[in-house]
């Protein structure tokens, strides 16, 4: 080979190394980022004052006319999974309670989330009203960008992310 051979190689190489960088980096950006413009974050005078991550709770909703306060936007009958695209449509009913997690014994099962603990989180009814909770897991549940420190309500149209499953409350 010659030595203008050898060169172009050792060039692409290079470029190889810095797109594989990139790409690393592209890739720890987007897990530390935090969520996605459009996702709803609460803005309680608590988040405000206090770190938001270890608070969630939501702001009361605004009601349109003619509907009951205790109506806000409803209790959430099923979830349903908007990523991984792989998922991306599967409905699970709620029920009274469902856990979630990669355990084998949890209702919705995500073996395939390495993200997402054996036994993550559990969504349950209690006085008719659906209510989210973390179970000790190591990343912790997210309800629409917010890490859970203890049991949320959930309404109709929450996003829950567990691991890296996106779940929609409908």
């Known amino acids: 080979m010659s030595d203008a051979q050898l060169n172009i190689l050792n ?45 969630a709770t939501r702001p009361p909703a605004p009601v349109p006319a003619g509907h009951s306060q205790g109506r806000r936007k409803g209790t959430p009958s099923r979830l349903t999974v908007l990523e991984p695209k792989v998922r991306k449509g599967s409905a699970y009913p709620i029920g009274t309670e469902i856990t979630v997690g990669r355990g084998n014994n949890c209702s919705i099962g995500v073996p395939d989330d390495t993200f997402a603990s054996q036994l993550h989180a559990r969504v349950q009814l209690r006085n008719g009203t659906m209510w989210l909770e973390d179970l000790g897991s190591t990343n912790g549940t997210h309800l629409n960008g917010a890490r859970l420190t203890m049991p949320v309500q959930l309404a109709v149209g929450d996003r829950v992310q567990i691991g890296s499953t996106i779940f929609e409350a409908q």
């Open 11 to 55: 060039y692409a190489l290079l470029a190889l190394i810095y797109l594989f960088f990139a790409r690393v980096l592209w890739a720890v950006w987007s897990e530390v980022r935090g969520p996605r413009p459009g996702v709803r974050q609460p803005q309680t005078a608590q988040a405000r004052g206090a770190d938001a991550t270890k608070i």
